[in-house]
């Protein structure tokens, strides 16, 4: 399985701080009509809520709305949309909700996104990376934490990365819950 494959390569605290319970992912993915993939919960509830090796942030449910799935999804959207419509961008993928549209799940600490691939009620073992300046895509088939796990192993290299990142030993720095 491939959380096994990325807690290999990056640490997990314990306990993991703002883990989405079951019925929480349920009640997200009834409002969004969405599955999601199932590596990507398993990431959730081993990690909890951070940014990986001070660069990678994935999305969660979370009281933290920079890192809340379903706070970052409009905006993420519509920047897309605008810069499609508006600035004449190419956005070579439709975008949520539409068929196979894309959907964002993380972001990194230069603003480039990550996304998957909407199919159906779930999604493609697809990630999608675009820039944060929107003109660079890059595509990999392998679900959510595979690609993590080759990203921090090198296995896979994404353009838009910084070519110092990831660290020699990768860490998961939790974020601190509000007081």
């Known amino acids: ?21 079951p019925q929480q992912w349920l009640e997200l993915e009834t409002r969004l009509q969405v599955v999601f993939p199932g590596d990507f919960k398993d990431f959730n509830r081993t990690y909890g809520y951070g940014y990986i090796d001070h660069f990678i942030t994935v999305y969660t449910i979370s009281c933290n709305p920079y890192c809340d799935i379903e706070q970052e ?4 959207i519509d920047a897309l949309r605008v810069l499609r419509d508006e600035f004449e ?3 070579p993928y439709p975008l949520f ?10 972001r990194t600490g230069n603003g480039d996104c990550l996304y998957w691939i909407r199919s159906g009620e779930g999604f493609l073992d697809r990630v999608v990376v675009c820039d944060s300046a929107a003109m660079g895509w890059q595509e990999f088939e392998m679900s959510t934490t595979t690609f993590l796990a080759s ?11 910084p070519d110092t990142w990831p660290s020699l030993l990768p860490e998961f720095e939790p974020f601190r819950l509000p007081a």
């Open 1 to 21: 399985m491939a959380i096994e494959e990325l807690t290999r390569v990056l640490v997990a605290h314990e306990p993991p701080v703002g883990v989405p319970s």
């Open 73 to 76: 999804l409009q905006p993420s």
């Open 89 to 91: 961008t190419d956005v």
């Open 97 to 106: 909700p539409d068929k196979n549209g894309l959907f964002p799940w993380g």
């Open 151 to 161: 990203v921090l192993t090198r296995r896979v290299r994404v353009q838009c990365f």
